[in-house]
């Protein structure tokens, strides 16, 4: 085995081979993936395959249709089949506000190009006319929707990258990972060392006890998952044809065509946890013992969608682990607290995104930025609070909503509260609505007197819209007060201290105890930071940012050189904070201390 690589990845599931496949097509030949077995191993395998477009948040939605798209390139590519069935998909609507949610998503659609659109029941009856649509309102069918072959998707990857100089070693588990002086990584094997300048964590179970071999926490958990294969259903082979994917969200449930049967899983109530303090060396391709009492509320449900799935036999079932992250959302990117060590975990649906996060971390490591903002899936999101009781709740309740309707600022509860100040208690007492910001209890408004502080979310105006602007209208006519805590605290001092922040943001320093806004923006010119820098003394600031992206601020910082004669402490645990505001703000403060605080 080579001594020296540029890239080092570890693991050969469909992530691993993503990145080693996108880092290959842009010319940096010089990689090596290490996986501890054969590829495909731990969740991989066992995938049901199916894959979706359309997320919340539209740069990932860009990620899943690149994804989906690339498949037939990577076949022509190489050669080898990805199992495509191009079938689409139908969204089912039970209920008015997931009429609504469909209606949003096929706004979005629109917006970004995809082919998304309302369909008539009559379209639905047409497309699978064994589905009983009783109860339902509304569909929308998108077109890009398929479902594929795991193991052909992650060899052929893995083909791709080979046929671009990508070393790929199979059971080859690494051992040992040690951060060197020049930033660089010295990886160990059974096959001996490798020298390399840039770490990429893509371990899938493993992934927590590869982050231990760096000395990092990754908030990452597995949890059992079934489905089913039903024997050959006449229904099915008379159509002569091969149903859309059904997204019947309502029922908690998913369901397609395999063979001329169906395949159907579900997120039940009550998902077990597994291999909560480690997992198994041994583990690889075993799947877990089948328990279909679990999810028999959820079969009854997509049976009584497709009456046809009553009467079929059971020709497999699936149990098998899936890694999942306490807000469901993949782990991606540099880790913070590191130097070229970068992680992609808690990919649950990973043929739905796998092509794009490949390419996200090709471009971060080759080009020091993505080239679209991920932040939702960063994982400098999460930091040193999070616990691993907090892990184990979050991931429970993730599991079991995982197709429940959650609506815009809707706070989930799980490990709640994990941290709190100690203003926490009055403000509760005082009629505050909290969420949730880098683990801390933040209140986002207040109900006033005779009003109880509960919040009924959906896609239309909630209890909050009446006193959050009544909280508007008072500090905008008077005065009021905001509990700012949570935000990201820095003390940046030394004898560059000024040089270097000059450098890293795009406004002139504030002289001497002055303050001003001043952004920090990265290398494609979108924002890192909108800080509020505070001069205390010519080589001393003080930097007030957004709490919730303290980890990407020092990652930034990390990245552009503090060691020499700059000097970072981070003061966001330790300090409270309140601001003022409103035009009689100087008026109260005068009257607190009784100091003259006119201009």
């Known amino acids: 085995m080579q001594k020296t690589a540029e890239v080092v990845i570890v693991g050969g599931g469909v992530a691993g081979c993503s990145v080693a496949y996108h880092l290959a097509k842009r010319g940096c030949k010089n990689v090596v993936l290490l996986e501890r077995s054969e590829l495909t191993s731990g969740s991989t395998w066992h995938a049901a395959g199916n894959t979706h477009v359309l997320q919340d948040n539209a740069n990932l939605s860009k990620l899943h249709y690149y994804t989906v798209r690339l498949y037939p390139q990577l076949e022509e590519e190489t050669g080898q089949s990805c199992g495509i069935h191009p079938v689409g998909g139908i969204y089912l609507a039970s209920t008015p506000e997931r009429h609504d949610q469909i209606r949003i998503q096929a706004s979005k659609a629109k917006y970004l190009g995809l082919d998304f659109q309302t369909i008539s029941l009559e379209d639905v009856h047409e497309m699978n006319p064994l589905l009983n649509l009783d109860g339902i309102i509304s569909a929308m069918f998108e077109h890009n929707e398929l479902h594929i072959d795991p193991s052909g998707v992650t060899n052929a990857y893995a083909a791709g990258a080979r046929m671009n ?127 279909l009492d679990r999810v028999l509320d959820n079969v009854v449900r997509a049976m009584d969608r497709m009456p046809c799935l009553e009467t079929a036999g059971i020709k497999r079932i699936v149990n098998g682990p899936m890694i999942w992250t306490p807000d469901l959302m993949p782990l991606v990117g540099e880790v913070s607290q590191l130097t070229n060590y970068f992680v992609i975990g808690g990919l649950i649906p990973g043929f739905s995104i796998g092509g794009g996060l490949g390419l996200m971390m090709a471009e971060w490591i080759l080009d020091g930025q993505p080239s679209l903002d991920i932040w939702p899936i960063d994982v400098a999101r999460f930091g040193d609070w999070v616990t691993h009781d907090y892990v184990l709740d979050t991931t429970a309740d993730n599991y079991q909503t995982r197709f429940r309707l959650f609506f815009p600022y809707e706070e989930r509860t799980a490990g709640r509260p994990l941290r709190t100040r100690p203003a926490y208690e009055h403000q509760k007492d005082n009629g505050a609505m909290f969420g949730a910001q880098f683990g801390w209890e933040v209140p986002m408004w207040f109900a006033p007197e005779g009003m109880p502080p509960v919040e009924n979310f959906s896609f239309r105006r909630t209890e909050s819209f009446g006193p959050v602007g009544d909280e508007c209208r008072t500090i905008r006519s008077s005065v009021g007060l905001l509990d700012t805590s949570a935000y990201a605290k820095f003390i940046v001092k030394g004898p560059r201290a000024a040089e270097w922040l000059d450098g890293l943001t795009t406004n002139t320093l504030p002289r001497h105890r002055r303050m001003s806004l001043a952004p920090m923006v990265h290398l494609r010119g979108g924002v890192v930071a909108d800080f509020t820098v505070a001069r205390l003394e010519d080589d001393e600031f003080l930097l007030i940012g957004a709490g919730v992206a303290e980890n990407a601020h020092l990652r930034w910082f990390r990245k552009n050189g503090f060691s020499s004669g700059v000097d970072v402490t981070s003061m966001s645990v330790d300090w409270v904070g309140m601001s003022i505001s409103g035009p009689n703000s100087r008026a109260l403060l005068s009257d607190l201390t009784g100091e003259d605080f006119s201009n």
């Open 165 to 291: 100089g990508v070393k790929i070693h199979r059971n080859t588990p690494v051992t040992a990972t040690t951060q060197q002086p020049n930033g660089g990584w010295l990886v160990e094997t059974p096959e001996g060392r490798i020298e390399t300048k840039y770490l990429v964590n893509c371990a899938g179970l493993w992934g927590r006890e590869v982050g231990k071999l760096a000395g990092i926490n990754l908030p990452l958990m597995p949890m059992e998952h079934q489905y089913f294969v039903s024997e050959s259903i006449p229904e099915i082979e008379a159509l002569g044809r091969e149903i859309p994917l059904i997204h019947d969200n309502d029922g908690e449930y998913y369901m397609r065509q395999e063979g001329k049967g169906l395949l159907v899983g579900a997120y039940e109530l009550g998902g077990l946890h597994w291999a909560v303090d480690g997992t198994p060396l041994d583990f690889g391709h075993e799947l877990l013992p089948n328990d």
